[in-house]
């Protein structure tokens, strides 16, 4: 599963078999370079398992997001370090997370863009941020800050809800003039998140957020927007469409947070509105499986070999087997939709499900990158008659999506702590793929 890059073992696809008069002649064929990159509030999840009684004590919105005070976040982490109620500290951020995950999955280069503690102690946060980062995460562009970066406390109570309770220290301090012009050059995507636009008065967050957004739009790199929490987006939801369908090609969500965006709690017809805004959607949806819907042009769109489905939208997946592409790029637009139930229904036992959006999510950007790179390095291929967004099909999407978010999900990690395995372990698990 690893697409990008040069490497010595088979690639997914043979780039090296792409100009046959490179070879005659004996020429190296050209660099190619593909990264995804990201801006991210820097923090680390303190993860615990807690009661029912603490969430109310520290007036926390239950399955929600809040922020709240240093010395507020000081006595929680106090209480919980005493009662040894923490399971793990580690690097974050829904962003973060997503960066990391595709720099394992495709063992190649992404960029991540924040602010980090210039001065850095063993056992703080920015240690502790900087260790769990896979090395292929290039944080050379990181703004140094002076002081703490943030701590988001996710604190699982026994039904298995998540609330977060975020500590923002410095990592809302990123300026525009720290986001590089020159890291957009060959990005495959720029991926944001809903959190960014929601901070204190005065944080320049927000406007290095408009900026990078401005420089990859200049470029024609597709942005990604993780929506955070159904809370951030119940907050002002027409803010969110209008800022969408303004900036974003791809929006990944769950289904509490398509229905705060689209008023819809059936997650396909969430994605149908979500269409009107964008032009991809990955939508994750709990015990249900996984959505992803989209535009192809009707010239090009693939039939499925699959069984119809029911649902929502009558046969919805007719067309899984279509590659998505952006809606401008489409003469005849056509809405195209994929659906698959969790990976071998799913993990025995969920301890949480944090991370799991942002693992489906870094499937779906590893893909784009194969997509680019390919089309960099054989532009002659009939892969790329059209401007695809994916290398893969819708089906094939969804399948390597799902597959992330399991072994997110069976570890019990917000992030990978390593890449898929070459050949899985069982025949059945090949006939997944082959499906």
């Not at 988001?152 to 609330?163: K, Q, S, V």
């Not at 069984?307 to 952006?326: K, Q, T």
Request: hydrophobic share 40%.
């Amino acid at each position: 599963m690893r697409f990008p890059g040069r490497r010595k073992h088979t690639h997914y696809f043979p780039v090296h078999a792409r100009d046959p008069l490179f070879q005659h002649v004996g020429l190296a064929p050209p660099s190619t370079q593909t990264h995804p990159v990201g801006i991210d509030q820097t923090l680390v999840d303190i993860d615990a398992r807690v009661s029912e009684s603490l969430i109310e004590r520290y007036q926390l919105s239950k399955g929600g997001s809040l922020v709240i005070t240093k010395d507020k976040a000081a006595a929680l982490y106090e209480e919980l370090l005493a009662a040894k109620l923490i399971s793990y500290e580690f690097a974050g951020g829904t962003v973060g997370n997503t960066l990391h995950n595709y720099s394992v999955l495709a063992d190649d280069a992404s960029i991540l863009l924040g602010v980090m503690s210039e001065s850095i102690r063993v056992g703080t946060s920015g240690y502790r941020y900087l260790s769990n980062t896979s090395s292929r995460v290039n944080l050379d562009h990181l703004q140094p800050v002076d002081g703490p970066i943030g701590r988001c406390f996710a604190l699982i109570t026994p039904d298995g809800e998540r609330t977060f309770a975020i500590c923002e220290g410095n990592m809302n301090e990123l300026q525009p003039e720290s986001v590089p012009a020159k890291v957009f050059d060959g990005a495959s995507c720029l991926v944001i998140s809903a959190y960014l636009m929601r901070c204190n008065p005065g944080d320049p967050m927000p406007a290095a957020t408009r900026r990078a957004l401005v420089l990859a739009k200049e470029r024609g790199v597709p942005v990604v927007l993780t929506l955070g929490t159904q809370f951030v987006i119940a907050e002002r939801p027409e803010f969110w469409r209008e800022f969408i369908a303004e900036n974003v090609n791809v929006l990944a969500m769950n289904e509490d947070e398509g229905a705060a965006l689209t008023g819809s709690t059936e997650p396909l017809i969430a994605c149908d509105r979500a269409l009107e805004f964008t032009d991809l959607v990955l939508c994750t949806a709990g015990p249900t499986g996984l959505y992803l819907a989209g535009h192809t042009d009707d010239a090009v769109k693939r039939e499925t070999r699959h069984p119809l489905l029911p649902g929502a939208i009558a046969e919805f997946n007719r067309y899984e087997f279509s590659r998505p592409m952006l809606r401008k790029n489409c003469a005849a637009p056509l809405k195209v939709y994929a659906h698959i139930g969790p990976y071998h229904g799913g993990p025995d036992r969920i301890t949480s499900t944090n991370g799991a959006g942002d693992a489906a999510l870094a499937a779906l950007l590893h893909d784009m990158a194969a997509n680019g790179y390919h089309r960099a390095s054989a532009p002659n291929s009939a892969k790329h008659v059209r401007e695809f967004l994916t290398y893969s099909s819708m089906s094939q999407v969804c399948r390597y999506a799902n597959r992330v978010s399991f072994e997110v999900l069976a570890h019990a990690s917000p992030r990978l702590t390593r890449g898929l395995p070459q050949r899985e372990e069982g025949l059945d698990d090949e006939a997944y793929w082959a499906r």
